[in-house]
Each structure stands twice: as structure tokens, then as C-alpha cells.
């Protein structure tokens, strides 16, 4: 006797909607993106600088200094190649997401790399980002369209 074909896909009327609170902390962070501002807050204590900010340093548990502005570059940190597509995919495959630690921040920021081909992203690799039209800023990370490499890491 021979066993029937594996299911491959499978129709599920399974819908998930939830609610991110970002806290006061996380809410600065959102906030500079809808002015085009990366900001970010640095521990009086270790000096620690996140980007976004928590309320506390997650090190010395002592609440965040006041915002500052970042410069707006940054670099690669680690990164994946998305090559697989997936009900609901907003950008066809191969696409790559990468943490990016901005210049002055120790901490990272997760986003898409664009303008590159895949094979071409490196982790160093310098990047800034690429803005969403004025009448589409938001306070979310979607006010960045995504990270392309700078001038200089494309030259």
C-alpha cells in the first residue's frame, strides 16, 4: 500500500490582529521618523546610545538621557536573503533584511537593503536611508522606505 501525497498547502481562515505598544521610551524613536529624524538616547551610566530607546538602559537598568539626533548612516551588522516567496509578500524574492547599526548607536535596527543586489551586501557594508514622501511619513520605521548603500560603498 502506498501513502497518499504529501499536503503541501493548506487554506486557514487563522487571521491575527494585535496592538505594539512602543512605551514613552520607543514612542521618541517613532516620533523623529515622522520628521525624517533618527533619534536616539544614551545611558548616563554605561553610555550606552539606543536607537530606538527603551525608558531604561537594559545594562545598568538606570532610566535614558534625553534624545539626540543621529547623523543618519550606518553599516550592515549581519543581514538574511530572503529567497523564498510566501503568501502576502510585499517585495518578490531575492530581498535582503539586515540589522544596521547607525552610526553613534550601539544598538540595531532591523530593515530591507535596497538598491543592491543581494550578492553585494556584505556585513560593513555602509548604508543610509531612503525617506517615504513627505505626505506618507508616519511615526513607524515604514516612514524609512528602506537602506541603500551610500555613495561612497557604491563607488
Do not use: K
Request: with cysteine; proline share 11%.
Amino acid at each position: 500500500m502506498s501513502l497518499p501525497e504529501p499536503v503541501e498547502t493548506m487554506a486557514s481562515p487563522l487571521r491575527m490582529d494585535y496592538t505594539y505598544v512602543a512605551g514613552a521610551g520607543r514612542s521618541v524613536f517613532l516620533r523623529g521618523l515622522a520628521e525624517r529624524r533618527l533619534l536616539a538616547r544614551r545611558c548616563p551610566g554605561c553610555s550606552l546610545v539606543y536607537a530606538p530607546a527603551p525608558e531604561f538602559c537594559s545594562r545598568c537598568l538606570r532610566p535614558v538621557g534625553p534624545p539626540f539626533e543621529l547623523p543618519g548612516h550606518g553599516e550592515v551588522s549581519t543581514f538574511c536573503v530572503v529567497n523564498f516567496p510566501f503568501p502576502g509578500q510585499a517585495y518578490q524574492p531575492p530581498y535582503v533584511v539586515a540589522q544596521i547599526r547607525l552610526d553613534g548607536a550601539d544598538t540595531r535596527l532591523m530593515h530591507l537593503v535596497r538598491e543592491v543586489t543581494p550578492e553585494r551586501v556584505h556585513i560593513g557594508l555602509r548604508v543610509e536611508p531612503v525617506w517615504v514622501a513627505d505626505d506618507e511619513l508616519d511615526t513607524s520605521t515604514t516612514s524609512i522606505r528602506y537602506f541603500r548603500p551610500t555613495a561612497a560603498a557604491r563607488a
